[in-house]
């Protein structure tokens, strides 16, 4: 057992060339010294490689052993221990291989030859590390395209695609084998957006986190954690020790819910948010997804929800939130409101759902501002108003004010306590007004007060002064809370024209909001619809288009209301408008470019109805550019069932290069109408899908006889031979049926075609099919049916090209013969030739050695 005395042994027996004894000993002894014996075999440079390999093979010196046996061109060593010494080891002779710089094609050959025996994973990790993984490109697709569901395979082969940038998004979300986070970790210095891809595939939720985090991408975390409505993972983001949770908001609330369709992942998301206490966020998402036209703008829950929240986390929106929502419970969020001691709010929502006995009440109880309240009464007009207004200014001793609201409501119910306190105040009759118009402008001037401007403003519009009305109202618009009650007030009284005059010099103020560009659409709209269009136009950025667009529809400006739904991005609702209301609303350019844009397939049909009832000629360039979204066969079935195919013959030619069968058959249907053979034949050549026996039933008895050449034609091509041919020879046309018969291969088809042509006495016929057909008629039977029927000399044409034409075969067949022979004789002589020779040198041989001494003589 002592290692010396092994290694040498071994020495001894390699120095004396006993390879194998070394190959045996290294094999199988366990003591020598492995290191000392790895570096005495490769001094030595034995010829056989065998005993190195054992030692590194045995005691790990596979990298060593692959040096060695490279540098010194031992190439099928390498093979040999790959293949069948140890596989396993392939990766790290690969690895080798590549640092000594060996060629690629070497080294795929190598891993090609071991296929399934080598290790994929290690094999990978070695290539990786030197940063060629593209090397195994084909070992890997071989493996893939034998059914290998090995992860290590789809994992390296992904890394492939993504690092040779071949289509990667494709790969990571259609491969089902790879393993998200060995990929995505691999994606991320790269292209972290990849990343995002494999990870949201394989639901690696910390990771896709983590590198949406790390490179700021967290428009595509939102969209992620929005979609997959996990509560863990909205509490693992929504954490406030969480330092891009304010990202994430932002991007959820400006980008992932508004394109959410879904009502679960809405519902996820606004419970993650109340959960978390996150009132002000959740405003800002309900904001995004309520007053914004999204798919949830008018949900009923979410509209409470927002205002709701607003009213106990930030009061100062509510306002806003109550003049743009329609469809939240009012009676009772006005009632929230009041509790919350938010008076001015509570009276919108009760004024906005027209519960004007509890606005009125709240101006009294709460706001305790009759001066409102009588206001207020004035413009609703109703008696129990006006009634709640009577008792609380008989409250305050407004006796006359009382008395004369009193009568307003028509309300005689209280009368003895009217009559009690008209004697305790003394009252006598009410003082005129003074009528100093330009007096109150200057007073509500110095005032500034939007109170005190509206209050002037109502009392001029009253008394017709019109100018000073303007001054007041400028002052009044520019608040968005009462530009509408402006609006109003002018309409109740007819002043139609003065009002468009006030909101116009509204525009050019510099305080001016997109309300009064909103309210001046809509004027226009109603009186003005001349004005309508250019305002729209010049405008379209400053307008609340949602508004616009119901006045429009209320009014039916059916082109204006086109415009507003093509700037609003609503292409299905502008293409519908334009086909419900097209004698105002069509314009042919212009629908061409809605129609390729709208969401929904079904309108490019009734697209197709519409232009086949209205602008049958424009219908043609309409479905030119439908053409790439259309379905063709729905497209051929509404112009068949309409009865009006020929129509749009030049659509069916321009998309006939997509071989639909129902496109092909109207096209040949037609150009059978209109008797184009021409035209039919070139369909038929270039587009196959259709029923083509049909068709040659169809037209095989067609009065016109080019028809029922193409007929024939069909049959030929379907391979139906005997009926082309016998189609043929009824219409006389002989040379297509002689070419039928040659193109069949049949002999049979061909010689039955010679006896008819002999029964009908077409000798010229006779000699022509026997060249068409020459190569199946058989040189005998021609004969014999030329000498029956007395055609010798049509058929001697044939007779003669059929002999020259085996004359030539023998001649080369005895040619080849002849010089066969030739060479046969040629190499008999040579050997003749050889033997003569070496018997004339064994004649001349003893005379050319010295004569034997003879015996006696000296030496």
Known sequence: EDPDIHFKYIEAA????????????????????????????????????????????????????????????????????????????????????????????????????????????????????????RLLTQFLEHLVS????????????????????????????????????????????????????????????????????????FKLQARYVVERMDGDLWEKVLNPENEYRRH????????????????????????????????????????????????????????????????????????????????????????????????????SIFKKFNLNVQAVNVLLDNIRNIDRAVEFAFRVEEDAVWSQVAKAQLREGLVSDAIESFIRADDATHFLDVIRASEDANVYPDLVRLKQFQGAVDAARKANSAKTWKEVCFACVDAEEFRLAQICGLNVI?????????????????????????????????????GIFTELGVLYARYRPEKLMEHIKLFSTRLNIPKLIRACDEQQHWKELTYLYIQYDEFDNAATTVMNHSPEAWDHMQFKDIIVKVASVELYYKAVHFYLQEHPDLINDMLNVLALRVDHTRVVDIMRKAGHLRLVKPYMVAVQSNNVSAVNEALNEIYVEEEDYDRLRESIDLHDNFDQIGLAQKIEKHELLEMRRVAAYIYKKAGRWKQSIALSKKDNHYRDAMETASQSGERE??????????????????????????DLIRADVALELAWINNMIDFAFPYLLQFIREYTGKVDELIKDKIEAQKEVKAKEQEEKEVIAQQNMYAQLLPLALPAPPMPGMGG
Do not use: W
Request: aromatic share 8%; with cysteine.
């Open 146 to 217: 034998e059914g290998s569901q090995d992860v290590h395979v789809h994992n390296a082969l992904g890394k492939i695609i993504i690092e040779s940038n071949n289509n990667p998004e494709h790969f990571l979300t259609t491969n089902p084998y790879y393993d998200s986070r060995v990929v995505g970790k691999y994606c991320e210095k790269r292209d972290p957006t990849l990343a995002v891809v494999a990870y949201r595939r394989g639901q690696c939720d910390d990771e896709l986190i983590n590198v949406t985090n790390k490179n700021s991408l």
């Open 749 to 774: 088809l061909a010689e039955e075609l010679l006896v008819y042509f002999i029964e009908q006495g077409k000798k010229e016929c006779f000699a022509s099919c026997l060249f068409v057909c020459y």
């Open 248 to 347: 994430l908001i932002d991007q959820v609330v400006s980008t992932a819910l508004p394109e959410s369709k879904s009502p679960e992942q809405v519902s996820a998301a606004v419970k993650a948010f109340m959960t978390a206490d996150l009132p002000h966020e959740l405003i800002e998402l309900l904001e995004k997804i309520v007053l914004q036209n999204s798919a949830f703008s008018g949900n009923f829950n979410l509209q409470n929800l927002l205002i709701l929240t607003a009213i106990k986390a930030d009061p100062s929106r509510v306002m806003d939130y109550i003049n743009r929502l329609d469809n939240f419970d009012g009676p009772a969020v006005g009632e929230v409101a009041v509790e919350a001691q938010l008076y001015e709010e509570a009276f």
């Open 478 to 514: 520019v608040q968005v809370d009462d530009l509408e009650e402006v609006s109003e007030y002018y309409q109740n009284r007819g002043c139609f024209n003065e009002l468009i005059s006030l909101m116009e010099s509204g525009l050019g103020l510099e305080r001016a909001h997109m």
């Open 14 to 133: 390699a120095k004396t060339g006993q390879i194998k004894e070394v190959e045996r000993v290294t094999r199988e002894s366990n003591f020598y010294d492995a290191e000392k014996t790895k570096n005495f075999l490769m001094e030595a440079k034995l010829p056989d490689a065998r005993p190195l390999i054992n030692v590194c093979d045995r005691f790990g010196f596979v990298p060593d052993l692959t040096h060695y046996l490279y540098t010194n061109n031992m190439l099928r060593y390498i093979e040999g221990y790959v293949q069948k010494v140890n596989p396993g080891n392939a990766p790290l002779v690969v690895g080798q291989l590549l640092d000594d710089e060996c060629p690629e094609d070497f080294i795929k050959g190598l891993i090609l030859s071991v296929r399934s025996l080598l290790p994929v994973e290690p094999l990978v990790d070695e290539c990786e590390k030197r940063n060629r993984l």
